[in-house]
């Protein structure tokens, strides 16, 4: 039992990242588009959305957050980033080049914060 428990535990670590390894945190960019799906998963929250790309295309961006966690200690819900609203994200980019970020702050449209990065990861 316990060689199983310390498998599990071995495992979670191998599946979980360094911050500064997949993403640059020595640039910081702002998104602005309208969320498409939210998935409340550990372990980060993962925010999808829709922004207007420079020649008008839409272009699909996938932003990792917080632990649910850590946000629901924040007094984060589920129901605080509904599907069609117009946020803000300060965030940091993949590494790899994708359409991923590592969200650092959200703020509705009309700047009202939502989300803050609390510490590292």
Sequence with gaps: ???FAASLSAASLQ?????????????E??????????EWTNPHIWLYMDVDGENGQTVKWECEMGSPNQLIRQ????EDLPTGTVIRAQANPAR???NTCST???????????FSRVGNR
């Design 29 to 38: 960019f702002e998104l602005r588009g309208a969320i498409t799906a939210v």
């Design 96 to 98: 790899d080049g994708s």
């Design 104 to 114: 650092r702050s959200i703020t509705l449209d009309d700047g009202t914060p939502v």
């Design 15 to 27: 599946a979980h990242h360094s911050l500064v390894g997949e993403f640059d945190t020595s640039v």
């Design 75 to 78: 007094g984060w819900k589920k």
């Design 1 to 3: 039992m316990v060689l």
